[in-house]
């Protein structure tokens, strides 16, 4: 299986900061990466597919860069509302898909 | 506008069988257009793609799960169901359904989830 690692795990920050979430996959996986936002007790949110692709509705400060193992999830200004667990998940040909651990931005 | 609603007992006991159902609404399950899939969340809250159907009844699953799951899809119903058998305390998890892209594997749209435990 493909292993996909996240850092940092934990993230602290303010209301307005930009801020950066990696994601290191143990082997190429071209752009076939997609992030997800988790709210507690939700269920996981599709933000950007294919590294880079926003979804429809997503604010345009979240962004996503990277190929081969090196990506990326930026967002631009920190809302309230994106205070949350954010995933990454590969889906290259190579199954089964796999899952970053997550990274928690909190409230610094 | 599509939703997915996943439905099962809440306990286990282990060694037993879990068994979900998920219930499309709002559109068909028929479509060619995607896989439908389980997901579990464990308590730490990473995440393990269990495996998906089309809806003609082919399916995929997560080599480290295949010898105790089976998916399967009632269309008539607009359900899918998993079984998962010889259940541990390990297995306890938010269990989630999910629609997968079929010309990629990402997810864009998600069930509320089931909370299994198992226990005695």
Redesign the interface.
Known sequence: ?IQMTQSPSTLSASVGDRVTITCRASQSISS?L?W?QQKAG?????LI??ASSL?SGVPSRFSGSGSGTEFSLTISSLRPDDFA?Y?C?Q?SSN?????G??TKVEFK | QVQLQEAGPGLVAPSQTLSLTCTASGGSISSGDYYWSWIRQYPG?????IGYIFYNGVT?Y???LKSRITISVDTSKNQFSLKMSSVTAADTAMY?C?RQ?AV?????L????SLVTVSS
């Open positions: 299986d076939w997609a997800y939700k269920a996981p949110n599709l597919s294919k979804q667990t995933y998940q889906y199954l089964p898909v796999t899952f651990g997550g | 809250k990473g995440l393990e793609w995929y997560n080599p480290s989630y999910a892209i990629a594997f990402y997810f864009d998600w069930g509320r989830g």
